[in-house]
T-cell receptor, first 114, second 115 residues
Framework: EPEVTQTPSHQVTQMGQEVILRCVPISNHLYFYWYRQILGQKVEFLVSFYNNEISEKSEIFDDQFSVERPDGSNFTLKIRSTKLEDSAMYFCASSESHTVNIQYFGAGTRLSVL | AQSVTQLDSQVPVFEEAPVELRCNYSSSVSVYLFWYVQYPNQGLQLLLK??????LVKGINGFEAEFNKSQTSFHLRKPSVHISDTAEYFCAVSLNSGGYQKVTFGIGTKLQVIP
């Protein structure tokens, strides 16, 4: 069964460093998303991406964040200068259809900022 | 804007007993409803979904949920739980307008199955 793949599973970084989280969405999907889950809190929407541009972003998704689809398969989330409060589980999701939005999630990347 | 309320943060239940995890949503427009499950140290897996049609939807692992529009609820049920059902369950909603609608999650309910 097709699945969303995320790498790495765990990323440890120093505060102020740049990190790139990688995702390979399901191959025929057109819509891509990033969510995050701070420990003990809700899963929160960060950004949606379609046709090589951001469709919607939350207030969390400030100038420190960026997304990119550098080739036909990868979808990345970059955090330019990590803060302690960026420590969270980051989930990538993708969906196929513009008529029915069923999102499939990856296993997540746990980001630990020290 | 839509929102989701899961009233129970933790639900302990004995093995082979029935369970219901409660979910209420709020939205001014039509929505799609989902339940996701997160096993320990794993990602979010789609358990079941309500898009349209029959209000009783069946999912994987013997779970089912019933959409009740008048009560704006989408409770998850299983008639007999197994130890392997121990996980966190998230109710979620997205707008019924297609495309790139974000999913809004509830806080999650931790199901603890007791042997």
């Amino acid at each position: 069964e097709p699945e969303v793949t995320q790498t790495p599973s765990h990323q440890v970084t120093q505060m102020g460093q740049e990190v790139i989280l990688r995702c390979v969405p399901i191959s025929n999907h057109l819509y891509f998303y990033w969510y995050r889950q701070i420990l003990g809190q809700k899963v929160e929407f960060l950004v949606s991406f379609y046709n090589n541009e951001i469709s919607e972003k939350s207030e969390i998704f400030d100038d420190q964040f960026s997304v990119e689809r550098p080739d036909g398969s990868n979808f990345t989330l970059k955090i330019r200068s990590t803060k302690l409060e960026d420590s969270a589980m980051y989930f990538c999701a993708s969906s196929e259809s513009h008529t029915v939005n069923i999102q499939y999630f990856g296993a997540g990347t746990r980001l630990s900022v020290l | 804007a839509q929102s989701v309320t899961q009233l129970d943060s933790q639900v302990p239940v004995f093995e082979e007993a029935p369970v219901e995890l409660r979910c209420n949503y709020s939205s001014s427009v039509s929505v799609y409803l989902f339940w996701y499950v997160q096993y320990p140290n794993q990602g979010l897996q789609l358990l079941l979904k309500y898009l349209s049609g029959s209000t009783l939807v069946k999912g994987i692992n013997g779970f089912e949920a019933e959409f009740n529009k008048s009560q704006t609820s989408f409770h998850l049920r299983k008639p007999s739980v197994h130890i392997s059902d121990t996980a966190e369950y998230f109710c979620a909603v997205s707008l019924n307008s297609g495309g790139y609608q974000k999913v809004t999650f509830g806080i999650g309910t931790k199901l603890q199955v007791i042997p």
